[in-house]
């Protein structure tokens, strides 16, 4: 816990890039090139009040950013996450092949400002609950930009004009 992990390099690892253990706070994951990971880039794992931010997540086999695991109360913004999740780890869990997975378990966590690109399922997948995703772009994912189990996407900010497709764009 209370640990930065600042401008480094992560490539090729057998099974995750960065994975806080379980049971961990106040963890900044920051400024970071993550590539070429078996399973997920970065993996939240029962992690709290924890920032992933101005990352680059690309080619990993599972998806780039996953929180699970009952991860809450996060904030995972302004990442460039391309090119994830086209060789799944089958007995990872759900979901998979995604930019941004957000498993059943895991709550309240923020996900703002990310682009998401060319990832081979959906741009941001989330299973969780009262997560709340905003002004995000996502485009050219496998099966879409954005999918969820529970609650709504928000399209815009409180006093920002109210564009259709604000939060996600094609």
């Given at each position: 816990?209370?640990?930065?992990?600042?401008?480094?390099?992560?490539?090729?690892?057998?099974?995750?890039?960065?994975?806080?253990?379980?049971?961990?706070?106040?963890?900044?994951?920051?400024?970071?090139?993550?590539?070429?990971?078996?399973?997920?880039?970065?993996?939240?794992?029962?992690?709290?009040?924890?920032?992933?931010?101005?990352?680059?997540?690309?080619?990993?086999?599972?998806?780039?950013?996953?929180?699970?695991?009952?991860?809450?109360?996060?904030?995972?913004?302004?990442?460039?996450?391309?090119?994830?999740?086209?060789?799944?780890?089958?007995?990872?869990?759900?979901?998979?092949?995604?930019?941004?997975?957000?498993?059943?378990?895991?709550?309240?966590?923020?996900?703002?400002?990310?682009?998401?690109?060319?990832?081979?399922?959906?741009?941001?997948?989330?299973?969780?609950?009262?997560?709340?995703?905003?002004?995000?772009?996502a485009s050219g994912n496998g099966t879409g930009n954005y999918h969820t189990a529970t609650g709504t996407i928000v399209t815009s900010t409180a006093g920002a004009a109210a564009l259709a497709g604000a939060n996600i764009s094609a």
């Amino acid at each position: 816990s209370n640990t930065i992990i600042l401008d480094s390099i992560f490539q090729g690892p057998a099974t995750n890039g960065l994975y806080p253990d379980e049971d961990s706070s106040g963890i900044v994951i920051e400024n970071n090139l993550v590539s070429g990971a078996l399973k997920n880039g970065i993996f939240l794992a029962a992690t709290t009040a924890s920032t992933v931010i101005g990352n680059t997540v690309v080619n990993n086999g599972t998806n780039g950013i996953f929180l699970g695991e009952v991860s809450s109360s996060n904030v995972v913004s302004n990442n460039v996450v391309s090119g994830n999740g086209f060789d799944p780890i089958t007995s990872s869990i759900p979901p998979v092949g995604n930019g941004i997975g957000i498993a059943a378990d895991s709550s309240l966590n923020t996900i703002q400002g990310n682009t998401l690109s060319n990832n081979a399922v959906f741009g941001i997948d989330n299973l969780g609950t009262n997560n709340q995703i905003l002004n995000n772009t996502a485009s050219g994912n496998g099966t879409g930009n954005y999918h969820t189990a529970t609650g709504t996407i928000v399209t815009s900010t409180a006093g920002a004009a109210a564009l259709a497709g604000a939060n996600i764009s094609a």
